[in-house]
T-cell receptor, first 111, second 112 residues
Framework: DAGITQSPRHKVTETGTPVTLRCHQTENHRYMYWYRQDPGHGLRLIHYSYGVKDTDKGEVSDGYSVSRSKTEDFLLTLESATSSQTSVYFC??????????FGPGTRLTVL | DQQVKQNSPSLSVQEGRISILNCDYTNSMFDYFLWYKKYPAEGPTFLISISSIKDKNEDGRFTVFLNKSAKHLSLHIVPSQPGDSAVYFCAASAKGNTPLVFGKGTRLSVIA
């Protein structure tokens, strides 16, 4: 299994509060991604990174920001959480075009 | 507009028989196609991939077929086992390690 951890694994928060999710890898992979999974939508890309301090937006980036100051860490921040951001969030890493490995996920509930 | 489509939300197969999961795509720039399996409360697990220069890739019980002219790929699982019951996602990416685009998934139930 690829060395990917996500923290926290579960979080309940209130509307309007800031939330930061962390993805940590031990594989030294260059590319890192944040997805959200919602019923009826599959997995949708939020943001991704192609190197330290190099990030780009995905399909559903509104309301989210990211930072990558070290190869091993990729942070996803919800500046002011809304109920529509209740979801399961997955981090993924890759080094090659034909494989991408996922973390265990973070279940976020915004009340 | 969905670039990767899995038109069957669910599929039931008897244990020991073949499971065939289908996926269609619209973007002719896609170069790599991947299949993932997902159990509840876990992250997706990479199963098998194929590049656009091939039409078949096999790994144990799993075989992926690619028909570029039809923009269609399929995952065959033979023989199907109860532990294969999961949601299967098809994904695609263009050259240059571009992010994956996922289908909505197909829930496979293998009945003993």
């Amino acid at each position: 299994d690829a060395g990917i951890t996500q923290s926290p694994r579960h979080k309940v928060t209130e509307t309007g509060t800031p939330v930061t999710l962390r993805c940590h890898q031990t594989e030294n992979h260059r590319y890192m991604y944040w997805y959200r999974q919602d019923p009826g939508h599959g997995l949708r890309l939020i943001h991704y990174s192609y190197g330290v301090k190099d990030t780009d937006k995905g399909e559903v980036s509104d309301g989210y920001s990211v930072s990558r100051s070290k190869t091993e860490d990729f942070l996803l921040t919800l500046e002011s959480a809304t109920s529509s951001q209740t979801s399961v969030y997955f981090c993924a890493i890759s080094e090659r075009e034909d494989t991408q490995y996922f973390g265990p996920g973070t279940r976020l509930t915004v009340l | 507009d969905q670039q990767v489509k899995q038109n069957s939300p669910s599929l039931s197969v008897q244990e020991g028989r073949i499971s065939i999961l289908n996926c269609d795509y619209t973007n002719s720039m896609f170069d790599y196609f991947l299949w993932y399996k997902k159990y509840p409360a876990e992250g997706p697990t990479f199963l098998i991939s194929i590049s656009s220069i091939k039409d078949k890739n096999e790994d144990g019980r799993f075989t992926v077929f690619l028909n570029k002219s039809a923009k269609h790929l399929s995952l065959h699982i033979v023989p199907s086992q109860p532990g294969d019951s999961a949601v299967y996602f098809c994904a695609a990416s263009a050259k240059g390690n571009t992010p994956l685009v996922f289908g909505k998934g197909t829930r496979l139930s293998v009945i003993a």
